[in-house]
């Protein structure tokens, strides 16, 4: 029996940071700069780019056009500019991801942690530390800060219509600790405020559910385009036939007549933040 040995996911994403870490050092050793240099041309100290060349920190889409333009590198760093911001995320939600950047409506219903566009650092923080298998500590750090780089969404100059529905036990789950937990509570409140953004909470004591199939995030693109994202363990599927899809906005319907209205829910969550 031949037993296929896999690597670890997360792996294959440190993999590609790898390679890009090494074109960067060999064209900054061919212009013949210290990383202290190249930092300083490019707004980085040289611990920074010392850890973006050995793979362990993501740089950021800008720092990659500038270091190529500063290195003269003809469009060779930039061309990796896309894959390294999918290595980045788990390799189960790299293809939502870039769907989700470009998406002109989002809708997510949460049944096991805030959304991630809602996830405040610390909050993120715990959600992948208490993560099973453990992952390497880099790792950790790196999703959070894919994580964070996902709510740039909420600045887009066009930014999409959002709306969540969240169960009431994620909320009161005080992940972290209390301390961690009303800032993010806060947090949702801020969003709550936007004219973009809609959220509602599942009350548990709701006797009629419509969402025990599970977490879902429902896509728009530009295009015109309606895919429905599922994601269960470490494992995901998109859909985008019209049947599934539809199936999944029916549900969404219903959660959200189920619901509290998102004027109710914001005052809900207040007086959550009340109660400690």
């Known amino acids: 029996m031949n037993d296929e040995v896999q690597q670890p996911e997360y792996e294959f994403g440190a993999g590609i940071l790898h390679v890009f870490g090494r074109q960067l050092k060999l064209f900054r050793e061919r212009a013949g700069m210290d990383r202290a240099k190249l930092g300083s041309l490019t707004g980085y100290s040289a611990s920074t780019i010392a850890s973006f060349e050995q793979g362990r920190r993501i740089p950021p889409p800008k720092f990659i056009d500038r270091?190529?333009?500063?290195?003269?590198?003809?469009?060779?760093?930039?061309?990796?500019?896309?894959?390294?911001?999918?290595?980045?995320?788990?390799?189960?939600?790299?293809?939502?991801?870039?769907?989700?950047?470009?998406?002109?409506?989002?809708?997510?219903?949460?049944?096991?942690?805030?959304?991630?566009?809602?996830q405040t650092e610390e909050y993120a923080r715990e959600v992948f530390t208490n993560w099973r298998p453990l992952l390497p500590e880099d790792v950790v750090e790196q999703r959070v800060t894919a994580r964070l780089a996902r709510q740039e969404i909420f600045s887009r100059?066009?930014?999409?219509?959002?709306?969540?529905?969240?169960?009431?036990?994620?909320?009161?789950?005080?992940?972290?600790?209390?301390?961690?937990?009303?800032?993010?509570?806060?947090?949702?409140?801020?969003?709550?405020?936007?004219?973009?953004?809609?959220?509602?909470?599942?009350?548990?004591?709701?006797?009629?559910?419509?969402?025990?199939?599970?977490?879902?995030?429902?896509?728009?693109?530009?295009?015109?385009?309606?895919?429905?994202?599922?994601?269960?363990?470490?494992?995901?599927?998109?859909?985008?036939?019209?049947?599934?899809?539809?199936?999944?906005?029916?549900?969404?319907?219903?959660?959200r007549a189920q619901a509290l209205t998102p004027r109710e829910s914001l005052a809900f969550v207040e007086k959550l933040l009340g109660e400690r």
């Open 67 to 118: 270091v190529d333009e500063v290195l003269d590198a003809s469009g060779v760093l930039s061309a990796s500019k896309e894959e390294v911001a999918r290595a980045q995320y788990p390799a189960f939600f790299r293809d939502a991801a870039k769907l989700e950047a470009e998406a002109i409506e989002l809708h997510v219903y949460a049944n096991q942690a805030v959304p991630g566009l809602l």
């Open 157 to 255: 100059t066009q930014a999409p219509t959002i709306s969540f529905v969240i169960e009431e036990s994620i909320l009161r789950r005080p992940l972290g600790g209390w301390g961690v937990m009303r800032g993010q509570l806060e947090q949702i409140l801020l969003h709550g405020q936007r004219r973009n953004v809609e959220i509602q909470v599942m009350p548990t004591e709701r006797d009629e559910h419509a969402g025990l199939a599970g977490p879902f995030t429902l896509i728009e693109t530009k295009e015109g385009r309606r895919i429905a994202y599922v994601e269960a363990q470490q494992d995901s599927r998109l859909y985008t036939a019209r049947k599934p899809v539809r199936e999944i906005e029916e549900q969404y319907g219903l959660l």
